[in-house]
C-alpha cells in the first residue's frame, strides 16, 4: 500500500500555525504594536508584578489583614480612610522619586527585538520606560494619556509610530490623583475617555485600528479585558486583531478571543523563545532567498569608500520602519548586478545618494554609482514631486563639485564627519513617505 505524502494535522495545530505565520509577518512588516502590563515586569523574590509587590508594602504598612490583590481592595479596607485613599496617589509618585524596580530580563529580551520601536504600557510605573531607555537610548520618546484632553499626547504622523516610544496608557505615576490609574474607579474613567473620540489621542487610535495587538502580561478581568481590547480597537471585525499572552485567563475570555480571531498563549518565556526564533529564521530566509527587494521606500546609493556611513544611515532608516534597498542585503545571487540596481531603482519611492569627499576623490575612476545617479535622475523627470534627497557630508563642497548639475538642483541634507547622526534625515524622509 502506497504510503501517503501528506500527514494530516489537527485543526488546533492548523489553526496555532495560521496563528504564528500571521504575527511574525506582522513583526517583520513593523505592523505590530505591544501593549504591556505588570505581570511579568520585574525579576524579584517578591514576585514578577511591581503593582503587588506595591500593594504588600502598603497592606504592610497599614495593617491590613489578608492578602489584598488590587488596589481597589487594598484602599477599601477598614484601616484607610477617605484622607488615606486620596494620598495614595501622592506617596505613589514620592515612591517612584527614585528608582524602585529592575526591567527583568523577560521584559527587556521583548524589548530588543527592533521591530517593537512604539509599546503602549498599561501600567504606571516607570519599568517598561527604564528598559527601553536601556536599549534605545536618548532615541526614546515618553508620551502619556493622563486622561486630560487638553494634555493627553498624541503621534503627529503616521510615522511616528515607527520610532523609539513608549506610551502610557492609563497614564505615568505622578503625585496628581486622577492623572494615572490606581483604583477600578480610575480604570472605568480612563477607558471611557478611551472610547470618546472627542478624548482620545485622534492620531495613535487611528494608527492602533490597522495594527496587530501583542496585549502581554495584563491579566486582568474578562469584563475589563474586553473593555481595553475594544478601547484601542473600537471594533473587533477589522483584521488583524492581535495575540494575548495571559496565564489566569478564565474560559469566557477566552471564548471571546477566539470570537474576534485573537491568538490566545499563556505563557510568556515560551511565547518569547518562539517568537525570537522565527523571526530570526524569517530573516535567514528573506536574506539567502535570492530575490531582489523591489517597491523600496528608499533606494541607498554610495560609495563602497563610504559602506561605514551608509550602513548607519540604513541602520536609521530601517529603525523607522522603512524598506530600505541596501545592495549588500538586496542583491540576488549570480546575476547582473546593474541590471538589479536599475530595477530596483526604478521601483523605489524615494532615491537617497551619499555625497562625500570620496567622490571627488574617485572622479576619474569607474564606480557604479554613477549609473545609479543617472538612472535616478532620468527616472525624476517623469515625477511631478521629489524624488532624489542627497545625504552629503559638511566638508564636501556638494554643488561646486563634479557632481551632475541635475544632482546639484535639490538641497542636500547636510551631516558632521565626525559624528554622523541621521535622525532629523530620516524624521525628513517619513514625513515624505507619509505623503506620498
Same mark, same amino acid.
Given at each position: 500500500m502506497k504510503s501517503s505524502i501528506f500527514k494530516r494535522k489537527g485543526r488546533e495545530d492548523s489553526e496555532s500555525t495560521r496563528q504564528w505565520d500571521t504575527l511574525i509577518t506582522k513583526i517583520m512588516e513593523g505592523n505590530v504594536v505591544p501593549v504591556i502590563g505588570p505581570e511579568f515586569m520585574v525579576d524579584s523574590e517578591r514576585g514578577t508584578n511591581p503593582h503587588q509587590i506595591l500593594i504588600d508594602d502598603l497592606a504592610e504598612a497599614y495593617?491590613?489583614?489578608?492578602?489584598?490583590?488590587?488596589?481597589? /481592595?487594598?484602599?477599601?479596607?477598614?484601616?484607610?480612610?477617605?484622607?488615606?485613599?486620596?494620598?495614595?496617589?501622592?506617596?505613589?509618585?514620592?515612591?517612584?522619586?527614585?528608582?524602585?524596580?529592575?526591567?527583568?530580563?523577560?521584559?527587556?529580551?521583548?524589548?530588543?527585538?527592533?521591530?517593537?520601536?512604539f509599546v503602549i504600557t498599561t501600567s504606571f510605573t516607570p519599568v517598561v520606560e527604564d528598559a527601553m531607555r536601556e536599549i534605545w537610548g536618548n532615541e526614546l520618546r515618553v508620551m502619556k494619556f493622563s486622561n486630560d484632553p487638553a494634555r493627553n499626547d498624541d503621534i503627529k504622523t503616521r510615522q511616528d509610530i515607527r520610532k523609539p516610544t513608549v506610551y502610557y496608557m492609563f497614564g505615568r505615576v505622578c503625585h496628581s490623583e486622577k492623572k494615572y490609574v490606581v483604583t477600578d474607579t480610575d480604570m472605568l474613567a480612563f477607558c471611557k475617555s478611551w472610547l470618546s473620540s472627542a478624548e482620545r489621542p485622534q492620531n495613535l487610535a487611528s494608527e492602533l485600528q490597522s495594527k496587530y495587538l501583542l496585549i502581554l502580561g495584563n491579566s486582568y478581568s474578562d469584563w475589563l479585558c474586553r473593555f481595553v481590547w475594544?478601547?484601542?480597537?473600537?471594533?473587533?471585525?477589522?483584521?488583524?486583531?492581535?495575540?494575548?499572552?495571559?496565564?489566569?485567563?478564565?474560559?469566557?475570555?477566552? /471564548?471571546?478571543?477566539?470570537?474576534?480571531?485573537?491568538?490566545?498563549?499563556?505563557?510568556?518565556?515560551?511565547?518569547?523563545?518562539?517568537?525570537?526564533?522565527?523571526?530570526?529564521?524569517?530573516?535567514?530566509?528573506? /536574506?539567502?532567498?535570492?530575490?531582489?527587494?523591489?517597491?523600496?521606500?528608499?533606494?541607498?546609493?554610495?560609495?563602497?569608500?563610504?559602506?561605514?556611513?551608509?550602513?548607519?544611515l540604513y541602520n536609521t532608516l530601517k529603525a523607522r520602519g522603512m524598506r530600505v534597498w541596501f545592495d549588500r542585503d538586496s542583491l540576488s545571487y549570480g546575476a547582473s548586478f546593474m541590471d538589479e540596481i536599475i530595477a530596483a531603482i526604478k521601483s523605489a519611492r524615494l532615491f537617497v545618494p551619499i555625497m562625500t569627499q570620496n567622490i571627488e576623490r574617485e572622479k576619474n575612476d569607474y564606480h557604479p554609482y554613477r549609473t545609479e545617479w543617472q538612472t535616478a535622475i532620468d527616472m525624476a523627470t517623469g515625477y511631478g514631486r521629489n524624488f532624489i534627497f542627497p545625504v552629503s557630508e559638511r566638508s564636501f563642497d556638494f554643488y561646486g563639485s563634479n557632481v551632475p548639475p541635475q544632482l546639484q538642483r535639490h538641497n542636500a541634507f547636510l551631516y558632521d564627519p565626525q559624528q554622523p547622526s541621521f535622525e532629523e534625515f530620516a524624521d525628513q524622509i517619513a514625513n515624505v513617505l507619509a505623503n506620498l
Open positions: 495593617e491590613v489583614e489578608g492578602h489584598p490583590t488590587s488596589f481597589s /481592595q487594598l484602599l477599601f479596607d477598614k484601616n484607610f480612610d477617605a484622607e488615606d485613599r486620596k494620598n495614595i496617589y501622592v506617596m505613589l509618585g514620592d515612591a517612584f522619586e527614585q528608582k524602585l524596580f529592575e526591567p527583568s530580563a523577560l521584559l527587556k529580551r521583548l524589548l530588543s527585538i527592533r521591530q517593537f520601536p475594544y478601547s484601542m480597537k473600537s471594533r473587533f471585525e477589522a483584521q488583524p486583531v492581535g495575540m494575548m499572552v495571559d496565564p489566569v485567563a478564565d474560559d469566557n475570555l477566552l /471564548q471571546f478571543m477566539r470570537r474576534i480571531d485573537a491568538f490566545t498563549q499563556n505563557n510568556m518565556e515560551e511565547v518569547l523563545d518562539k517568537m525570537e526564533s522565527m523571526i530570526e529564521a524569517r530573516m535567514k530566509e528573506e /536574506q539567502s532567498s535570492g530575490a531582489p527587494m523591489k517597491g523600496a521606500d528608499v533606494f541607498l546609493s554610495y560609495s563602497r569608500s563610504d559602506s561605514d556611513v551608509a550602513k548607519q
